[in-house]
């Protein structure tokens, strides 16, 4: 009798172990950083933004210069030339936020180059990553650095070098756990 308990023991150990899931996670922010595609699209993305930020501030500039001077001309200007002003200066204003959604807006510039340069290479990393889960008989494969929060991560479930490596880029530098 006790043979047989212990048997069946062993089997129920057997097939729970069996159907234990594995999981792993990788660090996406780490992973990107290594790009040096990434990187380099990023720089150019940071530079086309800031070259358009700098002309939305002096569009703002001119816009409260033309205010300071309406208010100081108030009191000379006739009804009809200080309504032409102030309507010069709402003009100005709506072009100024046409021109902010046009460059920064949902489906704006930035968003579109966004996806013409990034997109590719997180489309790389998303297939590297399933190839890794399936070499490594995964089941689950998490993102470290998205919304999703994980409070403790073991760093030998780490598999961020495996992608890289499964990308072509040797690591360089050795990560810094977080």
């Known amino acids: 009798m006790k043979r047989i308990l212990v048997y069946i023991f062993l089997l129920f150990a057997i097939t729970q172990h069996s ?10 922010e ?15 993305l940071d530079q086309m933004a800031d070259e358009w930020q700098a002309e939305i501030e002096k569009q703002k500039t001119q816009i409260e210069k033309l205010k300071k001077e309406l208010e100081a001309e108030q ?10 002003k102030e309507e010069q200066v709402a003009e100005l204003e709506k072009n100024l936020k046409e021109y ?16 013409e340069l990034i997109k590719p290479i997180q489309d790389r990393v998303f297939d590297a ?16 650095s998205s919304e999703l929060t994980m409070l403790y991560t073991n760093a030998k ?3 961020s070098d495996d992608v890289l490596e499964e990308m072509g880029i040797s690591v360089t530098t050795n990560k810094q756990k977080k």
């Open 30 to 44: 780490y992973i990107l950083e290594q790009v040096p595609e990434y990187r380099s699209a990023q720089k150019r």
């Open 129 to 144: 990553v399933q190839k890794v889960a399936k070499e490594s008989a995964l089941d689950f494969i998490f993102d470290k």
């Open 100 to 115: 902010q959604k046009q460059k920064f807006g949902y489906e704006g510039e930035l968003f579109k180059k966004r996806q």
């Open 75 to 84: 009191v000379l200007l006739t009804d009809e030339q200080r309504k032409k």
């Open 19 to 28: 159907k234990a899931q594995r999981f792993a996670y990788v660090d996406t």
């Open 157 to 159: 479930y780490d598999r």
